[in-house]
C-alpha cells in the first residue's frame, strides 16, 4: 500500500512542478515583455499561453536534440535557442508580437531573469 501512496504522491508532485513551471515561466516572460523595446503581449491569456508554448518548446527542443534553451546554461547555443524560441512563438500565439532585435535582447533579458527565478529548471 505505501507504494500506491508513493506513487500517488510522485504523480502529484510531477504536476505540482510543471504548474510551478509554466507560473515561473509566465512570470519570467512578462518581466521579459516589459523591460524588452519591440516586445509586446496584450493580455493575461496571451501571456498565459506564450508561456505554455515557450514551455513545450524548449522540453521538445532538450528531449530530441539534448540542448537547453538557456543563454546561461549553453553558451551562445544556449542563447540563440532562447532569442529563436522567444521569436517562433508570436506565430502560435495570438496578441504576442516581439522583432528579431527585441528577441536577442528579450532572450538576454530573459536569461538573466530566469538565473535569479528560485527552482529546479529540469524537468
Known sequence: MSNTQSNSANGTSTVWQIAGRL???AIVLAITAFFTPGFSINNIWSL???AIVLTIMD???V???GLHASPFGKGFVGFAL???ILYV???FVAGYSISWMAAIIGALIYGVVDY???GN???
Open 23 to 25: 507560473v515561473a515561466a
Open 48 to 50: 498565459a499561453i506564450a
Open 59 to 61: 522540453y521538445l527542443i
Open 63 to 65: 528531449k530530441f536534440t
Open 82 to 84: 532562447a532569442a529563436i
Open 89 to 91: 512563438t508570436q506565430f
Open 116 to 118: 535569479f527565478i528560485p
Open 121 to 123: 529548471q529540469q524537468m
